[in-house]
């Protein structure tokens, strides 16, 4: 149960010990790094719309002087718990929060702190139902089986009978979105016929049949594996055997993981050794007390691999970590030549926060270079560690080739009248658009590429340099700022283009979607989901009618395909042909509005225009 206990006289604090506290709030400096005495001191801000972000929240609360403060908010609360890192922080962030209103409502704020005595009996519960759900089920598995299930799910099915789920899973999303597009036409037939349409399914699209992976096992160029203590006790490195929050804290050996690479395995096991002899322990994510954190590799279908380690560094001395340093790397130099695979990069992170996962803490390359390559479509690419790359090199191929033939279909079709040039939204580091224009030539004029993430662009500036691509230019900066501002979007349509996007799974925010109803010149357009559920309101986003919100002509979709880059797991990359829905075309000229002058281009001086 909640305690629901008023908090009234231990808020009370003097404005002079305030002030103490104020620039460890804002900037983050409190020596403390850990909560005091196992406390996590804890805030409940009730009162606040269930749509409230952790991102809004945040800035809330730094727009009233307190920054570098932890959020816990889920979509369905009208509350929030905000984490300070010791009592006088959490005091002060009270203070300043009195009488701060969101969308004209007060705050409620209160105390709410959990022991680790809490935190302990939490996460022994979760784990107590967890079990008792396994058992009730009547289904008694073993550890292995239960892994395999969670991370490959459909290993049980022949890949046929995953391919069919798939394509299944797929349908009923596009069934989704047409039933809401219906709704949102009702009444304006006239502007969406493509809607009326009967397509295989009953679909207002065309579904192609699956592309199938051509490698079902080992298939993962990149594997994160965590160190962790296994069912005896023993250090491991593998897989989290259920999720942390449910309170699983076991990890497995990924032995028989059918979709990790032989080469992968062999690195874990022999880290994994190396593990159990150090004098150090592997990281508890419970207790937070421990070194060994993270391994991940990369092995690419050309042979090149990277091993990144992370480590936690506390109670460990400059000189303990630069002969742990040392160690390691005689170890997996020596390893590597025994097993003859091409050590290319070893990396370590040196992380001490309280998140898990790759942070954004600087890499130390121990050997090598700090990165590695690998080669698709007669391209070849740098990988940097946190770069992007798809999981499964030959599925990849074959996604891109599909999109480098729809866009070869729509020159035929002679819906331009010269090249169109591709506008690469959300480029990571280029791999899409320079594998593209490399293989279809003349087809596209050239290529533009937009991207928020300054490393990446450096990344996708040298991949086009190496495979001798030198009509692609690179905007930093957001899409929905610079898609308008790339040549005379602000005249008549200067030429035509075609767009593509391959997103996180969530999507791209709407605001992309309004840039690119806004672009004139964008006359088609490819979306690649590795989620389609997650991806609906995208859709919709895109075709939906013309309003004060989403200006512009809307698209239409023309036809689908799934490909499928992870055999045995649940997902599928769907790629959405979209074009502009000319039946609309009265509101052309009228809805696009004149703004963003050029000198919004984040990169001054293209070469080339539209």
């Not at 962030?93 to 809490?118: A, C, W, Y």
Request: glycine share 6%; net charge neutral; proline share 4%.
């Amino acid at each position: 149960m909640e305690n629901t206990d008023i908090i009234e006289d231990t808020t009370i604090v003097s404005i002079k010990s305030l002030d103490s506290v104020a620039s460890e709030v804002k900037m983050g400096t409190s020596e403390t790094t850990e909560p005091e005495g196992g406390i996590q001191y804890r805030l409940r801000i009730k009162n606040i719309p269930r749509f409230a972000s952790v991102k809004m929240m945040k800035d809330l609360l730094a727009k009233n002087g307190c920054e570098q403060v932890k959020i816990q908010k889920s979509p369905k609360w009208d509350y929030c718990f905000a984490t300070l890192k010791t009592e006088e922080q959490q005091l002060y962030v009270m203070d300043k929060l009195k009488g701060v209103k969101l969308k004209n409502k007060e705050l409620l704020v209160r105390i709410d702190n959990v022991t680790e005595k809490d935190r302990q009996a939490l996460f022994d519960k979760r784990n107590n139902e967890k079990q008792q759900n396994i058992e009730q089920s009547g289904i008694q598995k073993s550890p292995e089986e239960m892994l395999a299930d969670q991370v490959t799910p459909l290993h049980i099915y022949e890949y046929q009978a995953q391919l069919e789920l798939k394509q299944s899973g797929i349908i009923k999303s596009l069934e989704t979105f047409r039933d809401k597009m219906k709704e949102l036409y009702k009444n304006q037939y006239h502007h969406s016929s493509w809607l009326l349409k009967e397509f295989d399914f009953k679909l207002p699209l065309d579904l192609n049949p699956m592309i199938h992976s051509p490698v079902l096992k080992g298939y993962r160029n990149k594997c994160e594996f965590t160190a962790g203590l296994n069912l005896k006790g023993e250090k491991t490195v593998g897989f989290l055997l259920g999720a942390y929050k449910d309170g699983l804290n076991t990890v497995l050996e990924p032995d028989n993981s059918i979709h990790v690479s032989d080469v992968a395995k062999k690195i874990a096991k022999a880290i994994q050794s190396y593990i159990r002899q150090s004098l150090y322990d592997v990281y508890d994510r419970r207790t937070k007390q421990g070194n060994w954190r993270q391994i991940t590799v990369r092995s690419q279908q050309c042979g090149d691999v990277m091993i990144i380690i992370q480590i936690h560094p506390q109670g460990l001395s400059k000189e303990q970590i630069d002969l742990e340093k040392a160690t390691l790397l005689e170890f997996l130099k020596t390893f590597a030549k025994k097993e003859n695979f091409n050590l290319i990069s070893l990396i370590v992170q040196m992380y001490d926060g309280v998140s898990n996962g790759m942070s954004e803490d600087p890499f130390e390359c121990l050997f090598g270079t700090p990165f590695i390559h690998e080669e698709m479509m007669n391209c070849r690419f740098r990988i940097s560690p946190r770069a992007f790359f798809q999981t499964n090199t030959a599925a990849a191929e074959l996604l891109y080739q599909k999109c480098g033939n729809i866009i070869k279909e729509i020159y035929e079709s002679k819906d331009f009248s010269e090249s169109p040039t591709l506008i690469d939204m959300c480029c990571g580091t280029g791999t899409i658009g320079i594998a593209l224009s490399k293989n279809l030539g003349t087809i596209i004029k050239g290529v533009i590429g937009i991207e928020l993430c300054e490393e990446a662009i450096e990344d996708a500036k040298i991949n086009a340099s190496l495979n001798g691509i030198d009509n692609v230019e690179y905007i930093l900066g957001p899409v929905e700022k610079n898609l308008f501002a790339l040549s005379k979007f602000n005249n008549e349509t200067s030429g035509t283009a075609v767009a593509i996007v391959d997103p996180p799974r969530a999507g791209v925010h709407k605001n992309v979607i309004k840039a690119l109803r806004k672009c004139r010149a964008i006359e088609h357009f490819i979306y690649i989901s590795c989620d389609h559920n997650a991806a609906i309101q995208n859709f919709i986003d895109i075709c939906r009618p013309t309003n004060n919100n989403f200006p512009g002509i809307p698209f239409k979709p023309v036809k689908a395909v799934g490909v499928d880059l992870f055999p045995h797991a649940k997902h599928v990359e769907l790629i959405i042909e979209f074009c502009r829905n000319r039946e609309n075309s009265e509101i052309q000229l009228s809805d696009v509005p004149r703004m963003y002058a050029s000198q919004d281009i984040e990169s001054k001086g293209s070469n080339f225009t539209i």
